[in-house]
């Protein structure tokens, strides 16, 4: 259940971010097909952090120390390009414009995913 519910926060924050940054947008024809396409992304973006994310940090722990943090910015930007990638590959109507939108999509959707997972109870409480 709480893979549905993080499932659904990725889509949404995914449509807000489209919304918000330029550069990040879902070209499908029909709101169905966006719609879907925004399900399957949250898919892959979840995913991607799930399996990469844990190596990335791992492997780059000196680097995030040295820069006091702000290394994850441009990680979580090059794993937003690889959704990117990846989308492409499944031939999906997800694009990145470039670095620069990917860095500040990620950011966006860090926050909005954090803000609405404040929204959600959390299923250890009494």
């Known amino acids: 259940m709480g893979f549905l ?4 926060i990725n889509a949404v924050a995914l449509w807000v971010t489209t ?11 029909t709101t169905t097909r966006s719609i879907l396409t925004l399900i399957v992304v949250a898919l892959i973006f979840g995913l991607v952090n799930a399996i990469l994310k844990p190596v990335i940090h791992l492997l780059g722990c000196v680097f995030y120390v040295l820069t006091l943090g702000l290394f994850a910015l441009f990680v979580n930007a090059g794993l937003f390009l690889l959704v990117d990638w990846l989308a492409t590959v499944f031939k999906l109507p997800f694009e990145i414009d470039g670095f620069w939108p990917a860095f500040w999509g990620a950011i966006v959707m860090g926050i909005v995913s954090w803000a609405l997972s404040l929204l959600v109870p959390d299923g250890d409480e009494g």
């Open 5 to 8: 519910i993080r499932w659904v």
């Open 19 to 29: 919304l918000v940054v330029s550069g990040i947008e879902i070209t499908a024809a």
